[in-house]
């Protein structure tokens, strides 16, 4: 199977902008959850989706948004761009068929820099 | 905060010696889990350990959990320069419905 993609690899945006990472996990796989990834913070849960819903949701600001398609393929959106948004920004999949967190399959993240 | 932290943040050692990161802990788990990084990739699962176990191995890594004094140690044998890499333990903490990540352990192996 193929793995989880990730695009684009790299993002150059401005303050003030606003931002749409993909995500398409890998087949079958129904969850998909995103991470921010900073030196400073390390690895942050945004939110995770499952058959089109949001599921779970992490401790960051409404300008943060994500969506889930049919195809179980899904975006993420950052309005209002900070430069404390620069980030790795990773997405993972896993099946989700299960209750809580088991492996998780992570794409090779995005890189966001915020000038 | 992190549910996990993890000790210690860097390691460097020879190849061919064996490499041990510890993770601990703040609450009940459902499950803790080990991922490696290559600088500034993405996460690759390496092994899951539940809360009712006790030590589980994956080729050259071994994991234990001890869960009364919340901790994980994470051990490779025989290491290579191919492991350089940061590892990160994870936690399915009870009732937290995400997975939390510590800061990390940065390893080194020399050649």
Redesign the interface.
């Known amino acids: 199977k193929a793995g989880v993609t990730q695009t684009p690899r790299y993002l150059i945006k401005t303050r003030g902008q606003q931002v749409t990472l993909s995500c398409s996990p890998i087949s079958g796989h129904r969850s998909v959850s995103w991470y921010q990834q900073t030196p400073g913070q390390g690895l942050q849960f945004l939110f995770e989706y499952f058959s089109e819903t949001q599921r779970n949701k992490g401790n960051f600001p409404g300008r943060f948004s994500g969506r889930q398609f049919s195809n179980s393929r899904s975006e993420m959106n950052v309005s209002t761009l900070e430069l404390g948004d620069s980030a790795l920004y990773l997405c993972a999949s896993s099946p989700g068929l299960q209750a809580g967190y088991n492996e998780q399959f992570f794409g090779p993240g995005t890189r966001l820099t915020v000038l | 905060s ?1 549910q996990g932290e993890e000790d210690p943040q860097a390691l460097s050692i020879q190849e061919g010696e064996n490499a041990t990161m510890n993770c601990s802990y703040k609450t009940s788990i ?2 803790l ?1 080990w ?1 490696r990084q290559n600088s ?6 390496l092994i ?1 350990i539940r809360s009712n176990e006790r030590e589980k191995h994956s080729g050259r890594l071994r994991v234990t959990l001890d869960t009364s004094k919340k901790s994980s140690s994470l051990l490779i044998t025989a290491s290579r320069a191919a492991d350089t890499a940061s590892y ?1 333990c ?1 936690t ?1 903490a009870r009732g937290a ?8 352990t940065r390893l080194t192996i020399n050649p």
């Open positions: 992190q459902n499950n889990q991922y500034g990739r993405g996460l690759v699962h899951l990160f994870a399915d419905q995400k997975l939390v990540f510590g800061q990390g």
